[in-house]
């Protein structure tokens, strides 16, 4: 098993340092900070209550990903609701989200779903493959990250935290 870790685990350094190319690279920081649940809208300029707003899919769930990235789980798991039910991000972060705040079971209910739903949901096999790797279950982490490449995530940011993950074990917080 260590030979085959020592093989499997070289990382492309710049697929890493890029963040692997495609969607699921970690967002950037918000230009503006809102208080709770709110959504910075670049043409108003103020912070908007997602759910009233004129605001995008797109742009609500690029808010998800920063509240998460910033540690903000709560709101974070509150601007979920406002994405639609069917939106791929809505299980991925409940389970990034309830992770990192300790509830890993529930955790990984909401990536199982995640996956189930859409197998080619390669950001919820690398969060799921992290907390598994957080749990000691390599073996797990490893069967993530195939599926992760066996649904096109070769090169991806997904990919590459995963085998940085297992190879290292740390993990991320984005």
Known sequence: MRNLLSVVFLIPSM??????GGGDAPPKKPVAS??????YDEKTKTCVNPKESNLGVDEIYLAVRQLAYAGRY?????????LPQD?????????????????????????Q?????????????????QGLVEAGDMVGALTQLRAIKA????GTWSEASLQTAIATGTTYSY
């Open 74 to 82: 709560l709101d974070a798991q509150t601007l979920t609701q406002a």
């Open 15 to 20: 697929a890493l340092a890029a963040g692997g």
């Open 151 to 154: 649904h096109g995530g070769a």
């Open 34 to 39: 809102c208080d709770g649940a709110q959504v």
């Open 87 to 111: 939106h791929m991000g809505r299980l991925t972060y409940m389970g990034f989200t309830h992770r990192k705040m300790g509830n890993v079971d529930l955790a990984m209910t909401y990536y």
């Open 113 to 129: 779903q995640a996956i189930a739903e859409n197998p080619a949901n390669i950001l919820a096999r690398s969060y799921m493959g």
